[in-house]
Structures are given as structure tokens and as C-alpha cells.
């Protein structure tokens, strides 16, 4: 499926295969020929998924698929080579032009998902990298992905962001999950919470506050 030497889809096939990275010794462009298997694989791929969440009202958004990739193989390779990159920054990690939907969140996050670990690994390098920030707006933006990483959601509206029943039990599931704190402890999303776990809430999270208008 793959042409030989493809860096980006070298890099994207072996991280969600293997959970690794590998690094090249330059920022090479990624053609049309390569954005056009990507979007196969990552159709593929969605579909996979979408079998275990049971929605047919969701396609892959090819798009977002192909745009959260580049984020994440131009991030993860900016982590070693920032020579003469500094220019090019807000070309190579660009804002998703398309409609954020629940379609455009998931595809996005198939390779998202990895981005907050590249992030963690440049802030330990240089806290004060632009890069860092530029990569936590676009979490910010797709922040079903960064669940477990330390984000600034206090504009979120989450009766508005989670009223789609699929992505809402998707959301729910990754916070328990992660044991993400901050957000099971936010009073919408606990009261999801504790409604989904019902009578067995300590076989899922003991630890879990149960979030009331006296405790907040």
C-alpha cells in the first residue's frame, strides 16, 4: 500500500502499529500520492474503530484524518530537527480548515491521540519552545484527544460539546480511561459519570468524587 521511503506514512503506520516513533534526518514534504494513501488507510482504519462505538451515522472525515496526521509527523520530527524551520512553523503545523464535527474530532484523533507524549517530550527539551504552544491550541481546538493532558478547557460549553450521544459515551470512556481528575470532576461530565456507572461506581473508580452543588 505504501510507496518505499515514505517518511509520513512510514511514521504514521508504525505508531499506531507499534506506539513508536522514528525520527528522520530531515523535514521532507509530504506529496499528493502520500496524502491520497493516507486517506485509505485511515478510512480503513476509522471503520475498525467505528465497529466498536456501533455508529452508523459516522464516516471518516478524510480531511481531518489526513490534517491531524501531518500534524503529528511534522511535530514529531520537529522535535529533532529545528534548523530553518522556524519560518515554516505555521505552515507545517496549521489550524484544521474544515468543520469541527463529532466525524472531523474522531478522524482527527486517530493519530492526535499520540500528539500530547510529543508535546510532554519538546517541553521537557526547551518549556519555552512556540511549538509547544502552537501544538496545545490545536489540543485545545480537539481536546477529545488531549484527555489526560493538562489543558485549558474553561471555555468549553459541555452541554453543547457533548450532545452527541456517541461522542459523549466515546468522551466518558477515555476520561475513566485516562483517570483524567480534572475533567470527571467538572459537575456536567460527573454527573455522566456517576449516572454511567451506576451502582457499581467502585468497580470503576473508587477514588472518583461524586460532584455536588455543597462540594463544589
Given at each position: ?156 460549553n ?12 466515546l ?31 467502585d468497580?470503576?473508580?473508587r ?10
Open positions: 500500500m505504501t510507496e518505499a521511503g515514505s517518511p509520513f506514512l512510514d511514521t504514521i503506520f508504525l505508531l499506531r502499529k507499534n506506539e513508536c516513533i522514528t525520527l528522520f534526518s530531515n523535514v521532507q514534504e509530504i506529496s499528493s500520492k502520500e496524502e491520497r494513501e493516507a486517506e485509505d488507510y485511515f478510512e480503513a482504519e476509522f471503520e475498525k474503530e467505528r465497529l466498536e462505538f456501533l455508529s452508523s451515522q459516522l464516516t471518516c472525515n478524510k480531511q481531518a484524518a489526513v490534517w491531524g496526521a501531518k500534524i503529528l509527523y511534522y511535530s514529531a520530527q520537529l522535535y529533532l530537527i529545528r534548523e530553518n524551520t522556524e519560518k515554516k512553523l505555521g505552515n507545517l503545523v496549521s489550524r484544521c480548515k474544515g468543520k469541527r464535527d463529532t466525524s472531523s474530532i474522531l478522524s482527527a484523533d486517530l493519530s492526535l491521540r499520540f500528539l500530547p507524549q510529543i508535546i510532554m517530550a519538546l517541553h521537557t527539551m526547551d518549556p519555552e519552545d512556540i511549538l509547544v504552544t502552537m501544538l496545545e491550541d490545536i489540543l485545545t481546538e480537539f481536546h477529545y484527544s488531549g484527555i489526560g493532558y493538562d489543558l485549558d478547557l474553561k471555555n468549553v459541555w452541554v453543547e460539546e457533548l450532545k452527541d450521544a456517541t461522542y459523549r459515551k468522551y466518558l470512556e477515555r476520561i475513566v480511561e485516562k483517570r483524567d481528575y480534572r475533567l470527571a470532576e467538572i459537575p456536567f461530565i460527573n454527573k455522566w459519570l456517576i449516572a454511567e456507572f451506576g451502582m457499581h461506581k468497580a470503576f473508580w477514588e472518583l468524587k461524586i460532584i455536588t452543588e455543597e462540594n463544589q
